[in-house]
């Protein structure tokens, strides 16, 4: 009875402040702030940190099978923040941070431990899970960020994740950005957050046809004037977007293809509202996709509603600048036949057919007769960029290889290796960025210098070409 009064008097007397508690360092933070407010007192706070270097003993004994009580101070460290990381899942679970702090002063801060790193394990299975399903469902798509995460990130982290000794670690570097993604949760908590969000994201794309998906990403890339194919974008936002824009345009929401008269709509109506109305008509609109892709989930919606947000911030900057275009996909005019035709991809030699080609090249002393033989054995982009980054060509040689290429094929290495100095500015092979331009293989240094000393004309024939080539014809990959 008195132990009752006496927590009763304990959560009366404490005034936690929320907002002082960090996330990552829950526990920490929750004693600090309990200390300061007179839930706990100085003896107490020193009980529970003496009780935690007991686990922290206990387990660097693990650490190091048992051959030494001590480690570096980097592994020690590592290992104090795992069980603190355990600790942190089962003490945030409390509504009430008084609560946490009752529960620290009463109960084994071992058992406390092992209750938390039951959580972390029970997260781990739920990842595993979760990563099936994702695997199972995975779009198709030749977005490199997305289908490095599923098929490499991820299974290393699910490899190597150290729930004893290095729990915080996340053990993988994740590229693919999501539409929605809190980057201050650590370890298994951060990757089961992660993929909530991205089978989310994953399912809601899955609700549309490949073609339109496809079409989109290429569109997006001629938007941006680059190879959406290795950029850093979120496919789910592009898709949501569209959609909406979709409604909004008199169309349905399975529909991606925005025409220029929807376009011309959208920018019409835009321009009309003014940012109550933007929002109020976008909500609406994401009502109506849930509605046309018969969206049940609860969490879908949440997810849609959420990105609604970012959308709304999104049409009000674009429609203030003029700029709607950069925010509406719209369809772009497919032409008859592909510009890059002179590279074959299906021409790509067997590697015992390159390896013995090189080594007659390599030979070879004579510059004319080295470039006789290339043309006479390489046909497609795969084969000359591998030959190039051999190391198997004089300076000489680069030069003389390059006069034998045509208009075109120039045009595809200029898309190449000037990739990023035009994804924003219009094509300039006489700009002071092309003569500056840095590169760290050899071949690129000697095509950077062949161009800059061409003249003026030759580069102007160059540049008529290199608008008209789209990223996704270069199969360099």
Request: glycine residues 4%; hydrophobic residues 40%.
């Amino acid at each position: 009875m008195d132990s009752e009064k006496s927590v009763q008097s304990l959560a009366a007397s404490g005034n936690i402040r929320k907002s002082y508690l960090s996330h990552n360092q829950y526990t920490l933070s929750l004693l600090n702030e309990a200390l300061r407010s007179g839930m706990l007192n100085s003896n107490e706070v020193y009980g529970i940190q003496g009780q935690l270097l007991v686990i922290l003993k206990k387990l660097i004994g693990q650490y190091t099978r048992g051959k030494s009580s001590s480690v570096s101070t980097d592994t020690a460290e590592g290992i104090f923040a795992s069980i603190l990381y355990a600790i942190d899942a089962y003490t945030s679970q409390f509504d009430d941070p008084k609560e946490a702090v009752i529960y620290l002063k009463t109960a084994r801060i071992n058992s406390i431990y092992e209750k938390g790193l039951g959580l972390v394990h029970d997260c781990f299975r739920e990842t595993e899970q979760l990563y099936k399903k994702i695997h199972m469902n995975q779009l198709d798509v030749a977005v490199e960020a997305y289908n490095l995460t599923i098929s490499e990130s991820i299974p290393v982290f699910l490899r190597k994740y150290d729930s004893i000794f290095d729990a915080p670690n996340t053990m993988a570097s994740i590229d693919y950005p999501l539409a929605i993604d809190d980057m201050g949760v650590q370890g298994v908590f951060y990757i089961k957050q992660y993929l909530t969000n991205l089978r989310i994201e994953t399912e809601f794309c899955r609700l549309f046809s490949k073609v339109d998906l496809q079409m989109l990403l290429t569109n997006y890339g001629k938007v941006c004037r680059f190879d959406y194919r290795i950029e850093l974008f979120n496919i789910f936002r592009l898709v949501f977007n569209n959609a909406v824009f979709s409604i909004l345009s008199g169309g349905n929401a399975n529909r991606l293809r925005i025409s220029e008269n929807q376009y011309n709509q959208l920018e019409h109506l835009f321009t009309q509202l003014n940012d109550s109305q933007t929002h109020s008509i976008i909500y609406k609109a994401i009502d109506q996709v849930g509605c046309d892709l018969n969206i049940g989930e609860s969490k879908m919606k949440v997810y849609m509603e959420q990105c609604g947000i970012d959308l709304i911030q999104m049409i009000i900057n674009a429609s203030n600048h003029d700029n709607l275009q950069t925010a509406v996909i719209m369809e772009k005019e497919i032409k008859s036949k592909s510009i890059v035709t002179a590279f074959n991809a299906s021409d790509r030699m067997s590697d015992e057919h390159f390896r013995l080609v090189t080594e007659k090249i390599m030979g070879c002393k004579d510059t004319t007769d080295k470039v006789e033989m290339i043309l006479e054995n390489f046909h497609s982009l795969y084969d000359y960029i591998d030959l190039m980054n051999s190391n198997c060509l004089l300076t000489d040689d680069y030069a003389a290889l390059f006069r034998t290429f045509g208009d075109i094929e120039l045009a595809i290495l200029v898309k190449m290796v000037f990739y990023e100095e035009f994804r924003d500015d219009a094509v300039d092979l006489s700009s002071t960025a092309i003569k500056e331009k840095q590169a760290e293989l050899e071949w690129k240094v000697q095509f950077i210098a062949f161009i800059t000393n061409m003249d003026t004309e030759e580069k102007r024939a160059i540049e008529k070409y290199v608008n008209d080539i789209d990223y996704e014809e270069i199969n360099f990959y």
